[in-house]
């Protein structure tokens, strides 16, 4: 059984009677109909209008059904097209079915050929739709294998992630050291038409000056003392490909004119050379500087830092999506525990709120380190607060809200209350009474009546 509450048919026809007659079959259905007296007023209608199915005559004057079904389909690709036929068309009718069309039905008709070619238009589109689904669904996950996160600042970077991984255009990726600028380039290159093409990476801040203008741009032997055989490029070698220029703000002023020169024309001469090279890469640029600071300060040329700001990707930090932080702890602590071939159950309860409460000045990149030390060095099941190191545990912020389930007891709400906000005035009963509005004779009986219980 198939909704057709919310499918809209799209009537094809220069006959009003024929019109009259489908509109009259399929409303009784409860099809939504809109008709159209010839091709021109039917695309008119698919632009402005979500059609389901269009049911079109084959033979119109202007534009025939085999025009507009071609037409249509770049408009709505999954409308399901039935063409109607008189006999001496079925030859042309056939031939409009190896373009697209769902069904062809022969005139004169009757209801039940009607309505059994709509559903069966209806439960093919529903079909390819929800095939579509299930590869985006089964896909979704190796788009972005070797990023964590479901926060909306970090959704928002990957969907536009996927909507310029396409072109051709240069990214610029800001955000502060650790914050997975790399990954977010590979994930680019993954999901563009380069990606069968190599993937190089440059750390500009890594290489020496006197070294950084040869490892970009390659050199012949003999261009200065040491080289002793050609060397090639990274932008040689990763021609069709995508070179991603790490810390690209740290490239000095005289290589800057040489990848400026390779951004407008996409030429380049190697050290020693005065042979001109052409070069096809998708450049990926990224830094945790303030490019449009150091154009001002004329550290940084304009000309190329426009050419390289082309579209520009902002990575939050950690601190700005607490929501990733256990997704990313618990991926960290599954791939160290096995590289460190060490069993473990999980995070404890107030170790996953230490975590969630530290700024996290170094980011993605500390907080893997701080997971692979605790494996390393826990050896226990679960991992606890004591497990981490302790500028960690002291950067603690002060619990804002309490979690309470459902069904716990009133006297236990208040006991949790009370050694919630202990913890965060570091145990100073006077000060917690006053935070919440009671006695320090009250929270002295609690903690009491509570440390009498633990020692029975």
């Known amino acids: 059984m198939t909704d057709s509450s919310f499918k809209v048919v799209l009537i094809v026809d220069d006959d009003p009677g024929v019109r009259e007659s489908l509109t009259r079959v399929l409303s009784k259905d409860g099809y939504q109909i ?11 209608i698919c632009r402005q209008e979500l059609v389901h199915i269009i049911i079109t005559d084959l033979r119109m004057p202007g534009m025939d059904g085999v025009e507009l079904l071609k037409a249509v389909k770049l408009l709505l690709p999954d409308v399901a097209v039935i063409l ?3 006999y001496g068309s079925v ?3 056939v031939e409009a079915l190896k373009q697209g069309a769902s069904d062809f039905i022969l005139k004169p008709f009757k209801r039940i050929e009607i309505e059994k070619a709509v559903r069966k238009a209806i439960e093919h589109q529903s079909l390819i739709v929800e095939n579509r689904y299930l590869k985006h669904q089964m896909e979704a996950g190796q788009e972005f294998p070797n990023i964590i996160g479901s926060s909306p600042a970090m959704r928002k970077v990957l969907n536009l992630v996927e909507q310029i991984a396409p072109s051709t255009a ?3 990726i800001l955000g502060e050291s650790g914050t997975g600028k790399g990954v977010i380039a590979e994930a680019i290159h993954r999901l563009s038409d380069r990606k069968e093409r190599t993937f190089i990476k440059v750390s500009c801040a890594a290489i020496p000056e006197t070294l950084l203008e040869a490892e970009l741009f390659g050199y012949e032997r003999g261009a200065f003392t040491g080289a002793v055989a050609r060397k090639e490029g990274r932008f040689e070698l990763a021609d069709g490909g995508t070179l991603f220029l790490d810390e690209v703000g740290e490239i000095p002023p005289a290589i800057q004119v040489k990848l400026l020169r390779v951004l407008q024309d996409g030429t380049f001469e ?4 005065t042979r001109t090279q052409a070069t096809d890469v998708r450049l990926v640029a990224a830094t945790n500087t303030n490019l449009a600071e150091a154009v001002e300060q004329k550290r940084f040329r304009e000309d190329l830092y426009y050419r390289l700001n082309v579209i520009s990707i902002d990575l939050p930090p950690l601190r700005d999506r607490p929501e990733d932080i256990p997704l990313l702890a618990q991926h960290f602590l599954k791939t160290y525990s096995a590289k460190n071939k060490k069993e473990f159950e999980g995070f404890s309860r107030e170790a996953l709120e230490v975590l969630a409460h530290y700024s996290w000045p170094g980011n993605v990149r500390e907080l893997e380190n701080t997971i692979e030390r605790a494996v390393v060095l826990t050896r226990k099941k679960i991992i606890a607060p004591t497990d ?13 809200f309490i979690r309470v389930p459902i069904g716990m007891p009133l006297e236990e709400v208040k006991n949790k209350v009370i050694e919630e906000t202990l913890k965060t005035t570091k145990g100073d009963k006077t000060l ?4 919440l509005g009671i006695t320090s004779r009250t929270i002295y009986r609690k903690v009491g009546k509570k440390q009498k219980e633990e020692t029975d």
Do not use: C, F, W, Y
């Open 91 to 93: 030859d042309k009718a």
């Open 270 to 273: 190697r050290l020693g050379s």
């Open 170 to 172: 240069t990214v610029l």
């Open 432 to 435: 917690a009474a006053k935070i």
């Open 34 to 44: 809109i008709e159209a007296e010839d091709g021109e007023k039917a695309l008119n």
């Open 84 to 86: 109607m036929t008189a």
């Open 388 to 400: 981490l190191p302790e500028h960690i545990n002291q950067g603690q912020k002060i619990t804002e």
